[in-house]
């Protein structure tokens, strides 16, 4: 049995999709040909409409990887895209994002890099606002509520554990403690 090459949609917002394939070019590298880039703004274009445009099929088993999104979008922009891997995907499928947990600006202290982080990102990215967050003992009921349920869920120490220890056992790096992932997938329907 011959197996087909998998169908990848790389979404993003135009410019750094651009920006993406400029490198690419740069660097001399050809992207496969079952790679198609697919310009979006989640917080004003519908992803239904978009990814179906480009060829999603919703009858077949998906990952959805959203990393470095959600908390640039509007709450509602990150419902509509929960809710739609919830109800216009397998129900095998699975989304992995991280997501930014609400700290209190009194409480930036007691977390690794917060601080530095919002000052860094007040400097240099005022332009590009954080507008989502979690409370992080909320993300079961919160991910739940929009018909999906968790697989995995990691704090920033379990995603340090899983995937920034070297070979000889060192830790190559730290993550600020305000990053979290997780992978859920549609609630099962019975």
Request: hydrophobic letters at 35%; aromatic letters at 14%.
């Amino acid at each position: 049995m011959l197996l087909q090459s998998p169908k990848i949609i790389e979404l993003d917002i135009a410019t750094i999709q651009n920006r993406k394939n400029k490198c690419l070019k740069k660097a001399q590298i050809d992207f496969p040909k079952c790679v198609t880039f697919t310009p979006i703004d989640f917080n004003n274009e519908s992803l239904k409409n978009v990814l179906e445009k480009a060829g999603y099929e919703s009858k077949q088993k998906t990952l959805f990887i959203w990393e470095g999104v959600s908390y640039y979008l509007k709450p509602e922009s990150v419902n509509a895209t929960l809710e739609f891997v919830s109800n216009f995907s397998h129900n095998q499928s699975l989304i992995a994002f991280d997501y930014a947990i609400s700290i209190s600006q009194e409480n930036n202290n007691n977390y690794y890099g917060v601080k530095e982080f919002y000052q860094t990102w007040k400097k240099y990215r005022s332009n590009e606002p954080f507008r989502f967050t979690v409370n992080e003992a909320e993300i079961g009921p919160f991910l739940e509520h929009r018909g999906l349920e968790i697989v995995n869920h990691l704090d920033n120490k379990e995603i340090e554990k899983t995937f920034l220890i070297n070979e000889d056992g060192v830790f190559s790096g730290r993550i600020n403690s305000m990053f979290r992932f997780v992978i859920a997938s549609p609630k099962k329907k019975y």
